[in-house]
């Protein structure tokens, strides 16, 4: 059936003789005369991984227990190298059925053999790296972990590794050194490991080790040190030298593990630890940071059913124009009512609905009602038609696609004039998305929003970004105001950061004022707006309008 191509044998069983076609010796790279009539020609050719199935297949069919000899196998060659092939193949039995002859043919099957591997590979293995795959590596964890019940005195470890400034890395100088940058840090962290560790690439610039019959925590601890060492030395990156370093979490086969996803969520959960400790280390994971994973998971999962349920609010605190004591906007604020904690400040659940991304929907949302409360109070108070409202926009946030185009589409639905929408980024939004967040801010700024930098003063490179990214506004970090009025030196700060505002063409917020002291105090620093809880404390739009009421004059409150 598989054509001319077929090499054919005919096999006298009893007399342990075989004839072999021309083209079954010329499959081999055998002339017609180099290859005789025993046995052994064919059998002893077989690579030992395969003699035992093909005896097998061999003794099944001659023995009456299966109808048909069909067996694939890998032979060597005349030049020693080995090719896949399949032999098929009938017996002729004797008075007591079993086989006396039997006649087959041989194909070549090296080329499906070579492609279902590509296949296999290709399933198996990072497309980039060439590693093992997030797939295959949990089953040769769960192999692991099988092997360490079977064996009380078996340990192995799991290593969580994410680089630690990548998407800065990656979005700076482009994809392509990216890659290149991923496929060194694996070649370099390969290098490190011992023979039988498996490496693998889960995604992104996540990696995974398995660390198998290892002796002690140490033995695991000196691998990380090697790791950190080959990544400390600079990639080239076709004449840019970059230097990258990574956060490492180690979770121990000790803690009885019986699901491959358990330790690795665990390995996962201790990198996050060492990344929120500045990165470049590594931390071992302790039943502390279960609980505190268990608790992540808790919240998530309350998170998307108050998501469901409707269980947020925007809460509104109002920004006052030190020029004339005027309100002149506010800054809206989530708040979840929680069923059982009561309301709950973003502290107590931002990071999980960053990290879950629930923070996406929640922030538009928040940026809807927000737009839409302004409007409303724009058409009922004459005096606030020039105010503005304040809305934050996180990391996530930022990078999340469709950005630009839900701000338009607010715009347009709302009817608020966009010149009245001020968006808060923090530096740590501009740290994580480097030249992607300078081209959506532009995009931004190109609907008539304005743009303010949040917190500012609380990181390193605050003063940098103030010439490169267009902002329009500064809120100076609540840190430095709050109780301000007795430190001198504190306010000479709050001078020189106003002065250097002003001088950029930025109008400056001063978040945080809590007492009249540091009221009055804002007022002598050249600081046009201020808010805080010496003006009003957050709360929903009743009190906020009730708030405005008790600020307003007996002809506004008439006319209003």
């Known amino acids: 059936a598989e054509g001319a191509n077929d090499g054919l044998w005919d096999w006298d069983i009893d007399n342990d003789q075989i004839y072999f076609s021309p083209r079954w010796k010329s499959m081999l790279g055998f002339k017609d005369g180099e290859i005789g009539t025993s046995p052994g020609e064919w059998f002893n050719r077989l690579h030992p991984d395969d003699k035992a199935s093909v005896s097998a297949a061999v003794s099944a069919h001659t023995e009456g227990r299966?109808?048909?000899?069909?067996?694939?196998?890998?032979?060597?060659?005349?030049?020693?190298?080995?090719?896949?092939?399949?032999?098929?193949?009938?017996?002729?039995?004797?008075?007591?059925?079993?086989?006396?002859?039997?006649?087959?043919?041989q194909t070549n099957i090296t080329k499906r053999k070579e492609a279902e591997y590509q296949l296999r590979f290709e399933a198996l293995h990072d497309g980039l790296t060439k590693l093992p795959n997030r797939a295959l590596f949990l089953d040769r964890l769960n192999h692991s972990i099988q092997l360490?019940?079977?064996?009380?005195?078996?340990?192995?470890?799991?290593?969580?590794?994410?680089?630690?400034?990548?998407k800065v890395i990656n979005d700076s100088l482009g994809h392509l050194h990216g890659d290149r940058l991923l496929i060194e840090v694996a070649l370099r962290i390969?290098?490190?490991?011992?023979?039988?560790?498996?490496?693998?690439?889960?995604?992104?610039?996540?990696?995974?080790?398995?660390?198998?019959?290892?002796?002690?925590?140490?033995?695991?601890?000196?691998l990380i040190d090697r790791i950190m060492n080959v990544l400390g030395d600079p990639i080239d990156l076709q004449g840019q030298q970059v230097v990258t370093a990574a956060s490492m979490g180690i979770a121990f086969s000790s803690s009885g593990y019986d699901n491959p996803e358990d330790i690795l969520r665990d390995a996962d959960a201790a990198m996050y630890r060492a990344k929120a400790v500045g990165g470049s280390s590594y931390v071992l994971f302790d039943e502390a940071m279960h609980r505190q994973a268990m608790e992540f998971l808790t919240l998530e999962s309350e998170l998307r059913v108050a998501v469901e349920k409707q269980q947020f609010r925007v809460y509104f605190q109002p920004i006052l124009d030190l020029r004339n004591d005027q309100v002149s906007g506010f800054e809206a604020l989530l708040r979840w009512n929680h069923p059982t904690r009561g309301v709950l400040l973003p502290e107590a659940f931002l990071s999980v609905a960053e990290e879950s991304r629930l923070i996406v929907n929640l922030g538009r949302w928040v940026l809807k009602e927000a737009c839409r409360q302004l409007v409303c109070w724009q058409q009922s108070?004459?005096?606030?038609?020039?105010?503005?409202?304040?809305?934050?926009?996180?990391?996530?946030?930022?990078?999340?696609?469709?950005?630009?185009?839900?701000?338009?589409?607010?715009?347009?639905?709302?009817?608020?004039?966009?010149?009245?929408?001020?968006?808060?980024?923090?530096e740590n939004s501009l740290i994580a998305n480097g030249p992607a967040a300078l081209k959506t801010m532009k995009k931004i700024k190109s609907l008539g929003v304005k743009l303010s930098i949040d917190d500012f003063g609380t990181g390193y490179s605050s003063f940098n970004y103030l010439h490169r990214f267009p902002f329009d506004?500064?809120?100076?970090?609540a840190s430095f105001i709050s109780n301000f009025d007795q430190d001198a030196g504190r306010q000479e700060i709050v001078r020189t950061i106003s002065y250097l505002a002003h001088n950029l063409g930025l109008s400056v917020v001063a978040e945080g004022s809590e007492t009249e002291g540091d009221f009055r105090r804002l007022k002598k620093l050249s600081c046009e707006f201020a808010q805080g809880f010496s003006i009003s404390r957050p709360g929903d739009a009743e009190q906020m309008e009730a708030f405005l009421v008790s600020k307003l004059t007996p002809s506004e409150a008439s006319a209003s």
């Open 66 to 105: 299966r109808d048909m000899f069909e067996t694939e196998y890998r032979i060597r060659t005349q030049t020693g190298e080995y090719q896949w092939m399949v032999a098929r193949g009938l017996a002729v039995r004797d008075e007591n059925g079993m086989g006396c002859r039997m006649v087959g043919s």
């Open 148 to 166: 360490a019940k079977r064996n009380a005195s078996y340990l192995f470890a799991v290593i969580f590794i994410d680089l630690d400034r990548f």
């Open 190 to 222: 390969k290098s490190a490991l011992r023979d039988g560790d498996t490496l693998a690439r889960l995604g992104g610039d996540e990696f995974t080790i398995l660390c198998e019959g290892i002796t002690d925590i140490n033995s695991v601890t000196r």
């Open 381 to 426: 108070w004459p005096q606030a038609r020039g105010w503005f409202m304040s809305v934050n926009i996180g990391p996530v946030e930022l990078a999340a696609p469709g950005l630009v185009e839900f701000i338009a589409e607010t715009i347009e639905s709302t009817t608020i004039d966009p010149t009245c929408l001020k968006l808060e980024i923090t």
């Open 473 to 477: 506004a500064l809120k100076i970090d």
